[in-house]
């Protein structure tokens, strides 16, 4: 019995061959293409069998992995019954997950005098807050452009696992544009410009770490936000990390919406670990561009 997207493929009367379908198929797990209508999964298909870039972006992710595995596993981590569950069983899987997290973020957080315990009830009230993507898109980084966007394609699943806002901001000396895809569902337009953008010149980081702030600030969000910046490693202002103006602003980041940073490097020797101090994870992608 032929599945869906064969059908679809065969509709559109498109000529894949096997290995673009199981590229094909890949993109349909980690997006969850199936979720679109008729009309947009045929739009869809047709939008991979004309894009190079995206099938190299498949490619790439199949390919690596073991680096998919890692970024799974570590940022953000994933557990192993998490990656086997599915359906109504995943969707009980998390709730119990993010309660009991929950609980134990309360557990630590209470407070006690005497015979009196303060128990923070607001904490154990949030919900997971949003994974906002930072992608370095310069000229340095344009041979790692489809890597890195490959490495990506997977946090999508991660998103509509945990029903978290995805945010995607491409950066080079300012920001241009940003992506929200709103508990990791698929918004083909947006999407499909992520695919294409492009940009020259060098890197900043102290705009895009504003504009970050700026977006939890705009959108009052204060549950356990994760950030994951993707960097060549050499921010032309890389010496305001360690100012006193950042630091500040990393720290109120930190505490108030309780933000996690990692960093994904593309070479280790290019990482400045103490300009990177807030960060508490760091992956170098020096295996998967050799």
């Known amino acids: 019995m032929k599945n869906p997207i064969q059908s679809l493929i065969e509709k559109l009367n498109l000529d894949m061959t096997e290995e673009q379908c199981n590229y094909l198929h890949f993109l349909y797990e980690n997006l969850h293409l199936e979720e679109l209508n008729d009309r947009e999964q045929r739009y869809f298909i047709d939008y991979f069998f004309k894009s190079e870039p995206l099938r190299n972006m498949a490619a790439f992710a199949l390919e690596l992995a073991d680096i998919m595995h890692e970024i799974r596993e570590n940022i953000p981590p994933i557990e192993k019954?998490?990656?086997?569950?599915?359906?109504?069983?995943?969707?009980?899987?998390?709730?119990?997950?993010?309660?009991?997290?929950?609980?134990?973020?309360?557990?630590?957080?209470?407070?006690?005098?005497?015979?009196?315990?303060?128990?923070?009830?607001?904490?154990?009230?949030?919900?997971?807050?949003?994974?906002?993507?930072?992608?370095?898109?310069?000229?340095?980084?344009?041979?790692?452009?489809?890597?890195?966007?490959?490495?990506?394609?997977?946090?999508?699943?991660?998103?509509?696992?945990?029903?978290?806002?995805?945010?995607?901001?491409?950066?080079?000396?300012?920001?241009?544009?940003?992506?929200?895809?709103?508990?990791?569902?698929?918004?083909?337009?947006?999407?499909?410009?992520?695919?294409?953008?492009?940009?020259?010149?060098?890197?900043?980081?102290?705009?895009?770490?504003?504009?970050?702030?700026?977006?939890?600030?705009?959108?009052?969000?204060?549950?356990?936000?994760?950030?994951?910046?993707?960097?060549?490693?050499?921010?032309?202002?890389?010496?305001?990390?360690?100012?006193?103006?950042?630091?500040?602003?990393?720290?109120?980041m930190k505490q108030k919406y309780h933000a996690e940073f990692s960093v994904i490097a593309m070479q280790e020797h290019n990482f400045n670990k103490q300009q990177f101090w807030f960060a508490s994870k760091a992956f170098f992608a020096d295996d998967a561009i050799q």
């Open 81 to 252: 019954a998490e990656r086997l569950a599915d359906g109504r069983e995943q969707r009980l899987y998390y709730e119990h997950k993010w309660s009991e997290l929950r609980r134990q973020k309360l557990k630590q957080q209470t407070l006690k005098s005497g015979n009196v315990f303060y128990v923070p009830f607001h904490e154990y009230k949030q919900e997971p807050g949003p994974l906002i993507i930072c992608l370095e898109q310069t000229t340095g980084m344009a041979v790692y452009s489809e890597l890195c966007k490959s490495m990506i394609l997977p946090l999508f699943m991660n998103a509509h696992r945990e029903s978290r806002d995805l945010y995607i901001v491409p950066y080079d000396q300012q920001i241009h544009v940003h992506y929200r895809f709103e508990n990791g569902h698929l918004n083909l337009a947006d999407f499909k410009s992520f695919i294409e953008y492009k940009a020259k010149g060098e890197a900043a980081i102290f705009p895009v770490l504003q504009f970050v702030k700026a977006l939890l600030q705009e959108n009052q969000l204060g549950a356990e936000a994760e950030v994951i910046i993707f960097t060549e490693g050499t921010p032309i202002d890389g010496k305001h990390l360690v100012g006193k103006q950042t630091k500040i602003m990393l720290e109120e």
